[in-house]
């Protein structure tokens, strides 16, 4: 017997859209080898590995992943396989599967090339079924008529639902190791980032987010050894990537964290792997964070995710947060350490307006988060805010959109077929009209540009040592388009055109859409179904000294505006533009401004953190300084660009998920 277990990705510009292992089918076939010996298993991340394998041998079981990102890929997959072999079983599993006994009933009488769905925890569910259909040789109908309900498995039987209860795996240790099966060797050679797990489930019940789920609140923990054992197999296998991913929802929270932690800090100092580490941070217990944060020496970015802070919102979407004093705590840590803390939030939600997500943003920016960014709402299939009752509730107006970078044109056992996936996003809502969800976005662009990256941490801690508010500088930048070179003025209109562009009012008039073969060919040219986010900003980076002139001019009109620019502070200002920018000029840009002579101490002046006070500024000195990329750095960014591309949607990757500070040059100064 034969299956294949795939958890797909679309690639762009050769690229994958997802970039890590394909951790969860390992795990499936690592618990399915063990309890069904005689069972062969392959696992495909690559569509064009897996047609290649269906083209070879047509499996008796072919088993997708169905998330949000890598659905219509796995149908289209689904669907063309049963064509050619209608024996073929098909089996679909995760998470984005709508919850109710009627929704289902229509999406497994939409979707008839699946043969069976497999929801909640994967394992048990795969293996009972399997076993299930060896006992009766394979025949479908015969399964479906002779069985009771399998748990976590549900199927149409003349055209009626069959569904099992939902169960979860009470020891996941029982679960063998996928790394150090070997299941995942292969998977070492290419460009995906290792992601490990030592936790199922959270215990929080966010309305928004698959993992709210009742079903999901106990936390399932795999071994300490487990883990370690995991670190070393990955650390001993991993070339030219420099990152982990820990797949928890809430790493830190728990003290066992803590132990893994240490673990991780091991094999960095054995292997020099992880350079850096990823994780979604508990949303409880922030001082644990930190100690998490500690222990691994700062190649964990932490942060919150609050996704808003106004009590309304978070009662309505039955989120809890931690308070904005334990967030101080972050900020105090991220400024001590030279490290970045985020800040999270969701635009849209239910009860969110102009005026809570300004006041939202205000918090993040003011209170010093240097990475604070706001998403667009997306109506997850099967989420409770994506419930009948919550649409009506609060009024969403929604359009649905060609998810940024999630389509392609494949060969699929002889036939090209087109596929994109598409997503259902909030654009406005019972207290926010789709105007002040525009001005919103506007606003995110902003923070992210000019807050995010930490392009500008200089002249903002400027401002921040004058006692000015950096939300209300950017306010002021946001009105103040006089401000702007013409370059910088169209990336802003073009931002605004892209987020409202190519939406859709219904699911029907987008899949329409996306049937035109010219549609995807456009899509794949870069031409449409852009992330505006991360291209606009890339487009920034790319002209950063024409961003620089807009900000540094802002920062002595702001100040001026408040009658705080004295001639000193505009030399300085003027200085510490080109030092600056010399420093964080892109690598393609590397023979520019390279040496350059200054009359004030940057030195100091960066031993303070750019918090000088006006004295330190009285008597100039004269500096010749130097700057330059260091092999670590170049090594670094070329990884990085193995894993993200070199398109503007690789490079808007790469600056939206880096701290891009690792990026400035060294320098060093000489008195003249
Ligand atoms: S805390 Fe995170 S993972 Fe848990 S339900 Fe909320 S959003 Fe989902």
Same mark, same amino acid.
């Given at each position: ?31 399915? !080898? ?18 290649? #394998? ?11 992943? +169905? ?8 149908? #289209?997959? #689904? ?45 048990? /569910? ?14 479908? $109908?015969?399964? !479906? ?27 996941? +240790? ?66 030219? @990537? ?21 673990? @991780? ?42 996704? $808003? ?8 979407? %039955? ?19 030279? $490290? ?7 635009? /849209? *939600?239910?009860?969110? $307006? ?13 209170? &010093?988060? +240097?990475?604070? %960014? ?53 654009? /406005? ?52 388009? +006089? ?42 040219? &870069? ?9 606009? %900003?890339? *487009? ?21 505006? %408040? ?68 092999? !670590? ?15 503007? #949607? ?23």
């Amino acid at each position: 017997m034969i299956a294949y277990i795939s958890d797909l990705t679309h690639i762009s510009d050769t690229i994958a859209t997802s970039r890590i292992f394909p951790l969860a089918p390992a795990y499936i076939a690592s618990y399915a !080898k063990k309890k069904i010996p005689n069972l062969t298993v392959e696992i495909f991340k690559y569509a064009d590995d897996l047609n290649q #394998a269906l083209v070879r041998e047509m499996p008796d079981f072919l088993c997708m992943s +169905n998330y949000s990102w890598n659905f219509n890929l796995s149908y #289209a997959f #689904a669907q063309r396989a049963k064509q050619i072999n209608p024996k073929l079983i098909v089996i679909l599993g995760g998470p984005n599967f709508p919850t109710s006994f009627s929704e289902r009933t229509n999406f497994m009488r939409e979707y008839d090339s699946i043969d069976f769905y497999i929801y909640g925890e994967g394992e048990e /569910g795969f293996v009972s079924l399997v076993r299930k259909l060896m006992d009766v040789e394979l025949d479908v $109908s015969q399964a !479906k008529i002779d069985s009771d309900p399998l748990d976590n498995c549900c199927y149409l039987s003349n055209n009626r639902l069959i569904t099992g209860v939902e169960k979860r795996i009470r020891d996941v +240790n029982i679960i063998p190791n996928p790394y150090t099966t070997g299941i995942l060797d292969d998977f070492f050679d290419k460009p995906l980032i290792p992601i490990f797990e030592t936790a199922r489930g959270c215990p929080f019940s966010c309305t928004f987010c698959y993992s709210g789920h009742e079903s999901l609140n106990r936390i399932g923990r795999f071994s300490l050894e487990t883990t370690i054992e995991t670190l070393e197999y990955i650390a001993k296998r991993v070339s030219n @990537i420099d990152e982990l991913i820990c797949a928890d929802l809430n790493f830190g929270m728990f003290k066992q964290d803590l132990q893994v932690c240490e673990a @991780i800090a091991k094999i960095q100092k054995e292997y020099g792997y992880p350079k850096r580490f990823s994780a979604y941070a508990g949303k409880n217990k922030p001082e644990r964070v930190i100690k998490a944060v500690e222990i691994l020496g700062g190649s964990w970015g932490m942060g919150s995710a609050m996704q $808003s802070t106004d009590p309304d919102v978070l009662e309505a979407i %039955k989120r809890q947060n931690i308070s904005s004093d334990k967030l101080l705590g972050f900020v105090d840590y991220a400024k001590l350490n030279d $490290s970045t803390a985020y800040f999270e939030l969701i635009l /849209g *939600l239910p009860l969110d $307006s102009k005026k809570k997500h300004y006041e939202s943003m205000r918090l993040g920016v003011d209170t &010093g988060l +240097n990475n604070s %960014k706001s998403y667009q709402l997306t109506l997850l299939l099967g989420t409770e805010i994506a419930s009948q009752e919550s649409r009506v509730k609060y009024e969403y107006v929604t359009k649905w959109r060609v998810m940024p970078r999630c389509f392609g044109i494949y060969q699929i056992l002889e036939k090209t077929i087109n596929v994109a996936e598409t997503e259902e996003i909030v654009i /406005g809502n019972s207290t926010m009209s789709t105007e002040d969800y525009l001005d919103c976005r506007m606003l995110d662009f902003f923070v992210d540009v000019f807050i995010n990256s930490n392009w500008f941490r200089e002249p903002i801690a400027l401002i921040q040592k004058l006692g000015f508010s950096v939300f209300d500088f950017l306010l002021f930048l946001k009105s103040s388009p +006089n401000l702007y070179d013409e370059t910088l003025y169209d990336i802003f209109l073009q931002f605004k055109h892209l987020t409202m562009s190519d939406l859709f009012d219904s699911k029907g008039d987008i899949d329409q859409f996306i049937s035109d073969a010219d549609i995807i060919n456009l899509h794949i040219d &870069g031409n449409r179904g852009i992330n505006e986010m991360n291209e606009c %900003k890339a *487009l920034c980076y790319k002209n950063i000294d024409i961003v620089f002139d807009t900000v540094y001019t802002g920062v002595i009109s702001f100040l001026e505006e %408040k009658e705080s620019c004295t001639e000193e502070i505009t030399n300085y200002i003027q200085e510490l533009k080109v030092f600056s920018l010399m420093r964080k000029l892109p690598f393609d840009q590397e023979k520019r401004l390279m040496q350059r002579n200054f009359e004030y101490n940057f030195k100091k002046i960066e031993e303070k953190k750019y918090f000088i006070d006006l004295s330190d500024l009285e008597i100039p000195e004269s500096f010749t300084t130097k700057v330059w990329h260091d092999k !670590k750095q170049e090594n670094e960014f070329s990884n990085l660009v193995r894993i993200y591309g070199d398109s503007l #949607a690789g490079l808007g990757k790469i600056i939206q998920t880096q701290d891009m500070s690792r990026f400035e040059r060294k320098f060093e100064q000489f008195p003249r």
